[in-house]
């Protein structure tokens, strides 16, 4: 296995991937519609997880994502993982519309 390969993160597996299933899946939804919020977090879980199974390293991925309507209210939220800080790790996106808000956080494994 190569250095670059040795030092491959769980958050250069999970960039691209991560946002282009968001932006495929969540970013269209014109607005908050509580009734395909359950959804939604199934299609963007299960579309990342699918995609993140080809990874270069035999991690167990987990896909977390929380959608919430966007009132004024505030939001804090923090996730972390460190099993193995050589090789486990996390990746955290945040997408916006003009009415909704999503988090994912993916952690990554070693196997």
Same mark, same amino acid.
């Given at each position: 296995?190569?250095? /670059?390969?040795? /030092? ?61 309507? /966007? ?26 519309? /003009? ?13």
């Amino acid at each position: 296995m190569s250095q /670059k390969q040795d /030092k491959y993160t769980v958050a250069e597996e999970a960039v691209d991937i991560v946002h282009e299933v968001v932006n495929r899946i969540f970013m269209p939804e014109p607005s908050y519609d509580h009734a395909r919020v359950a959804e939604l977090v199934n299609s963007i879980t299960d579309g990342c997880i699918a995609k993140l199974q080809h990874s270069k390293l035999p991690r167990k991925y987990i896909a977390h994502c929380t959608i919430l309507q /966007k009132t004024g209210a505030g939001m804090h939220t923090a996730a972390a993982c460190q099993w193995n800080s050589e090789s486990d790790g996390s990746y955290v996106y945040k997408a916006e519309t /003009k009415g909704m808000l999503c988090i994912v956080t993916v952690f990554g494994v070693t196997m």
